[in-house]
């Protein structure tokens, strides 16, 4: 059992100050009805003497915490303040009482100076809340519409990778119905006989376990002879009669080539168009025509 300490202490007729480990208070009343205040608030008992029924009610003086619901921070009167107040409180109710006329005037005024500092602690407390709580809405309204806006970007995107996607195969399937058409020039000299088809953007990648391997990126040229990588390192070309498959896949074209025992991936835009003019160069060269799943 924990040590406690209590001591109650008679000034006059019905009034009484006790003394305790949790602070000071005091009393005030006739049997059947007593009014008390003390650290902990105040208290007020009405009873019937003698039949042990009685009526209770307590209020405390300096407020119970009310934690923020959105910031998580107590901005009502601290506990401290409110304990000072009883204390103050009790301090001016017992001078009151036993000084003479002059005191209590002086009393009077620094209890109310004391409440008028109290007042504004507690109203500044209130603006504080307000104000963190306005940050934090404003704050949360952002947070909400920067992932609205993430959401409708995605959208744009998949939307934007749809359309590109069906204007690839339309392109395909037209290029692949009609002849081979010539360019008007090459960006590299060719050897003679050698005729330009089409010019793209691409990155050669080979397909590893840990992921691809890039080997160079830069600009396709595709000839009647070769496939050609002006890259930014190096120019990689393979001819047209080593390839054995050619697919086109959401993103890149996939290749297998006789030289080689990896397939190598032509990451690009528009592969459906790619793989399409890779297929009629070679149709063109009389190499034999790939097949549809190929193609």
């Known amino acids: 059992m924990g040590f406690r300490f209590r001591k109650s202490i008679r000034l006059g007729k ?3 100050v006790n003394l305790s480990k949790s602070g000071i208070g005091m009393s ?5 009805a007593r009014v008390g205040i003390g ?3 105040a208290r007020a008992t009405v009873g019937i003497p003698g039949t042990g029924l009685y009526w209770e009610k307590r209020s405390s003086l ?8 959105s910031s998580g921070v107590d901005w009502s009167l601290p506990a401290a303040p409110g304990c000072l107040t009883a204390t103050v409180l009790f301090l001016g109710l017992v001078l009151l ?11 009077l005024v620094a209890t109310a100076v004391y409440l008028a500092w ?38 744009r995107r998949q939307q934007e990778l749809q359309r590109r996607r069906e204007m690839d195969a339309k392109m395909a399937q037209e290029i692949l119905g009609r002849p081979a058409i010539p360019l008007g020039e090459s960006p ?3 050897g003679r006989g050698e005729v330009p088809y089409y010019v793209t953007e691409a990155t050669l990648t080979e397909p590893r376990k840990d992921g691809p391997k890039i080997i160079d990126g830069g600009t396709v040229l595709v000839t009647s002879r070769k496939v050609y990588l002006l890259g930014k390192n190096q120019t990689i070309s393979f001819g047209l009669n080593q390839i054995l498959m050619l697919e086109a896949r959401p993103g890149y074209v996939d ?7 990896r397939h190598q991936h032509l990451v690009t835009n528009y592969p459906s168009v790619l793989a399409a003019h890779i297929t009629k160069a070679k149709e063109a060269a009389g190499g034999g025509q790939l097949s549809e799943s190929q193609a």
């Open 255 to 261: 290749i297998a080539r006789a030289d080689r025992s």
């Open 97 to 107: 009482l036993v000084l003479p006329a002059a005191g209590k005037l002086a009393v």
């Open 188 to 190: 590299i000299p060719l």
């Open 28 to 32: 005030l009343g006739v049997k059947g």
């Open 14 to 16: 019905g009034m009484r």
């Open 39 to 41: 650290s902990a608030g």
């Open 62 to 69: 300096g407020g119970s915490p009310t934690p923020s619901a």
């Open 118 to 155: 109290a007042l504004s602690l507690a109203e500044k407390a209130k603006e504080e809340q307000g104000r963190i709580e306005v940050e934090w809405r404003e704050a949360e309204e952002g947070e909400l519409a920067q992932r609205q806006e993430l959401v409708r970007a995605a959208k």
